[in-house]
């Protein structure tokens, strides 16, 4: 086990993956019967806990099993240097990690690229998915909208592994990430750089996700929204295309927020979904 990340329990999936995940039990008085899945987002050094280890204890508290999870090229699962990362490479795995887990239906929380892997499974596997859940999710531009922003430029300046990405380049990357410097704290870069000398760039060189705006109305099942208007590497624009496109969508939008809306305004946030999740779930 790490100092820096807690390492759980892991399933081989195929000959070429084996996922890491952590599975939480419900803590509360209160059983419910949804299971909540956290899907990473991308980046040097991102894994499950990374993003969400400030979450699980208050879904855990409203009742909630909650399973985290990382996902290929990530975390302390496989990182094939030969596989083509595309969005249904993704989701296709999220889909063996549920069935492994035998979870029949779930809510994914899925945060920059696993917003738009959520997004994925619910098109794919509609009956596997009760509500979504998404954060600044991708998906939702071209890739060249996002290419053109500061967050996005910054992080392929420097390949991973190439003695220029040094720990000062991966803490100027996670400052970009939030509106307040102070959540980049010398535990989280300690964390992400730890977890950074095990990652490969093929991920990042080979990762496909295409725009899955005209899809929007394919979701038939309630979806939450959040956006930072300080996000600096999925545009804030793509908050409208949710709130337009679904058919069943609420949408929070904050100010002094940046990409990690989880991390910058945790408390706002578990309320928004415990409160989600009881009144508008199911039904």
Known sequence: MSEHLPEGQYVELDDTMRVHYLDFPATGPITRSSTLVMVHGSGPGASGWS???QNVAAFNAAGYRVVVYDQPGYGYTSKPTDAVYTLDYFSGYLLGLLD???IERCVPVGNSLGGAVAMGLALTNPERVEALILMAPGG???KERYFQTEGIQAMVKYP????????????SLLGLLVHDNAHVTPELVAERWHILQQQNPQVLITMQVPNLTHRLGELKVP???FWGTNDKFCPVSGAEH?????EDALVHVTTQCGHWVMVEHTDYFNRQCIDFLE???GR
């Open 51 to 53: 993003n969400f280890k």
């Open 279 to 281: 009144h508008r779930c």
């Open 242 to 246: 949710l709130y337009n496109g679904c």
């Open 223 to 225: 979806v939450l929204g």
């Open 140 to 142: 939702l531009e071209e």
């Open 100 to 102: 492994h887990l035998q």
């Open 160 to 171: 991973m592994g190439s003695p220029e990405f040094t720990r000062e380049v991966l803490e």
